[in-house]
């Protein structure tokens, strides 16, 4: 069957959260790109970076802090990425993400006029370690952190559908790129790889969909763009690839060589089976935001070598 999408083309008036921060600034450049109004609420602004930006500079944790100039904007959309402290996942931290959502949506609702609310999902929500993941699929919680998600997304949908708001719940699958936190997978593979050292992967055959930042933010770009019915959307790349891969890219990227990429290898044997190995089924994204990802991986790890060379 085929799909036809609405497009609106028009400027929105978007509160986006988490802007300053790793996936935020990939996003802030296309949705400027696009000619949108952003009010974005963060801990640390980018006045110089964004002067075409609203910046508040605020503490989700305090509402007193955001809520006049959030009623003096009024969103049309919001987007809320903030989740502090990652990759901290203590029930503490979790409860206190859980509460700043909440007070923060509570705000927003109360406005009356957005029409739209785009939250940055987690395909830890599905609970899942082997094979394709559905965006049909609920998942469970498998620790505090995807307890308190799916706590935000049952809340979400309850409110949103009784007041006719669309909801996009964007379940993002295992994203790099630059600016990543330098203890991410990929940065800390390339800071070993460029000491001639063997980079320490205890699970190296363990294969995860991982997908490129900017392409992550085009999904929220097309979901503002497009109409759609609210649900569950993934953005990762369709497939699944060895943590070794990315090694051996990196260091030929680097190098030219494969040497401590073998090596590497010998060490580990390949199991009958990995303990991970899943990837994202992206069907609804596809065909209601019209999204697929763009960025193959080479060209992806490429992209965030030269930026951290540049950094």
Same mark, same amino acid.
């Given at each position: ?122 395909? /830890? ?114 497939? $699944? ?43 609804? $994204?596809?065909?209601?935001?019209? /999204? ?20």
């Amino acid at each position: 069957m085929q799909h036809f999408l609405t497009i609106d083309r028009t400027s929105v008036r978007i509160l986006l959260t988490g802007a300053s921060g790793f996936l935020g600034r990939a996003l802030l450049h296309q949705l400027l790109k696009e000619n949108h109004q952003i009010l974005a609420i963060a801990r640390n602004p980018l006045l110089v970076e964004y002067p075409s930006v609203y910046w508040k500079s605020a503490d989700l944790n305090q509402p007193s802090t955001y809520q006049a100039q959030l009623s003096e904007f009024s969103p049309e959309a919001l987007i809320h990425l903030a989740w502090q402290d990652i990759p901290n996942f203590s029930l503490s931290t979790s409860l206190l993400n859980l509460q700043h959502s909440l007070s923060l949506f509570r705000t927003v609702l109360e406005l009356g006029n957005c029409q739209k609310i785009l939250v940055a999902g987690s395909c /830890w929500e599905l609970n899942k370690q082997q094979g394709e993941c559905l965006e049909s699929e609920a998942g469970s919680p498998r620790d505090h952190f995807t307890w308190a998600k799916h706590s935000l997304h049952s809340w979400l949908d309850m409110e949103t559908s009784q007041r006719g708001i669309s909801l996009g719940w964007l379940r993002i699958f295992y994203v790099y790129g630059p600016r990543q936190r330098s203890a991410s997978l990929l940065p800390t593979i390339f800071k070993e790889l460029q000491e001639r050292r063997l980079p320490q992967l205890k699970t190296p055959h363990n294969a995860n969909d991982f997908v490129f930042v900017e392409d992550v933010g085009k999904g929220f770009v097309q979901a503002i763009e497009h109409k759609f019915q609210s649900g569950v959307f993934h953005l990762g790349s369709g497939h $699944s690839t060895p943590v070794w891969q990315l090694c051996q890219a990196a260091e030929e990227l680097i190098w030219g060589t494969t040497v401590l990429t073998e090596e590497l290898m010998e060490k580990h044997p390949k199991p009958t089976q990995a303990e991970v190995e899943f990837w994202a089924n992206c069907e609804r $994204s596809q065909q209601f935001l019209g /999204w697929s990802p763009l960025t193959s991986l080479e060209t992806g790890i490429q992209k965030t070598w030269e930026w951290m060379q540049a950094a």
